[in-house]
Nanobody, 124 residues
Framework: QVQLVESGGGLVQAGDSLRLSCAAS????????MGWFRQAPGKEREFVAA????????YYIDSVKGRFTISRDSAKNTMELQMNSRKPEDTAVYYC?????????????????WGQGTQVTVSS
């Protein structure tokens, strides 16, 4: 059974930084593009960032560009999301996921495996 496990969520003040981590249980994820999504109460799951298998190409939703940085360590089978200058509107449950080859990285439908999510709350 493939597992993705997120960690690092919590309560932060606006403007503070937070780093989320995602650990994959299988080495095969080193060949997959990976992504971060978030879902706020009453809203649809939203694409946040994605990174290709090599880590050389990254993609972000406009609202987090310049504030969030996605990275991966294939040797450790982990992925991270560094979040700086947090805003209250960043409050959500954050999920990591593994992209199906050839799928659109912006759509949650393109991802086969998901973590359980980690809550991030930003207070103003």
């Amino acid at each position: 059974q493939v597992q993705l496990v997120e960690s690092g969520g919590g309560l932060v003040q606006a403007g503070d930084s937070l780093r989320l981590s995602c650990a994959a249980s299988r080495r095969t994820f080193s060949d997959c593009a990976m992504g971060w999504f978030r879902q706020a109460p009453g809203k649809e799951r939203e694409f946040v960032a994605a990174i290709n298998w090599s880590g050389r190409n990254t993609y972000y939703i406009d609202s987090v560009k310049g504030r969030f940085t996605i990275s991966r360590d294939s040797a450790k089978n982990t992925m991270e999301l560094q979040m700086n200058s947090r805003k209250p509107e960043d409050t959500a449950v954050y999920y990591c996921a593994a992209l199906r080859p050839g799928s659109d990285y912006r759509s949650p439908l393109g991802y086969d495996y998901w973590g359980q999510g980690t809550q991030v709350t930003v207070s103003s």
